[in-house]
């Protein structure tokens, strides 16, 4: 069965500064799809970003981008310039290609971001 | 803009009562589900739908049922509700196929007292 691990219950940053939520899972699939979502106090789970496994370039939306290491099966999230607004849960994802199948969440890391 | 409701933000409820939580999409999305958060846990899906009156078990589907008579509403049902299912819940939509993420409702949190 697949499984995803977020070992980081908490983490903070300073405002401006770079941080990097860890994530690993556990797939004998060879082509799926990963997710992150943040989740803020409003509890409107919002994507963040996407990656296709098959895809070598690592996705990246603005301040946010992921570094996907596929043997590793490692999909850490990187956000750049941290903003006040970034406190939030962060959940990683995982997705088989299948048409029918569902998504598998971490346990989420809470991330504080400081003035 | 496109969502997926759920009927209540804030939900009371007694032990033993039956009670449904309601979530309404209007993307014409085929597959539906409906998620427990707790913390330390993350998301477990307890049931998903791909289709009109079809329903799949999640990975906690014990005490709850679902029920999806119509493409835009999904709706768990608790049949006698205990003090175990109190929790966050969290319905979600997608498109068949593809990889596309999901589009969350902004949860029911319910207490059974």
């Known amino acids: 069965a697949q499984t995803v691990t977020q070992s980081q219950p908490e983490m903070s940053v300073q405002e401006a500064e770079t941080v990097t939520l860890s994530c690993t899972y556990d797939?004998?699939?060879?082509?799926?799809?990963l997710f992150w979502y943040k989740q803020p106090p409003s509890r409107q789970m919002i994507l963040v970003i996407r990656q296709e496994a098959y895809k070598q370039q690592n996705a990246t939306e603005n301040r946010f981008s992921v570094n996907f290491q596929k043997a590793a099966k490692s999909f850490s999230l990187k956000i750049s310039d941290s903003q006040l607004g970034d406190a939030a849960m962060y959940f990683c994802a995982y997705r088989r290609t299948s048409n029918t199948d569902k998504l598998i969440f971490g346990t989420g890391t809470r991330l504080q971001v400081f003035p | 803009d496109v969502k997926v409701t759920q009927s209540s933000r804030y939900l009371v409820k007694r032990t033993g009562e039956k009670v449904f939580l309601e979530c309404v999409q209007d993307m014409d999305h085929e597959n539906m589900f409906w998620y427990r958060q707790d913390p330390g846990l993350g998301l477990r899906l307890i049931y998903f739908?791909?289709?009109?009156?079809m329903k799949e078990k999640g990975d906690i589907p014990e005490g709850y049922s679902v029920s999806r008579e119509k493409k835009e509403r999904f709706s768990l049902i608790l049949e006698s509700a205990s003090t175990n299912q109190t929790s966050m819940y969290l319905c979600a939509s997608s498109l068949w196929g593809t990889g596309y993420g999901y589009t969350f409702g902004s949860g029911t949190r319910l207490t059974v007292v």
């Open positions: 797939t004998s699939e060879s082509d799926y799809y």
């Open positions: 739908s791909y289709d009109v009156k």
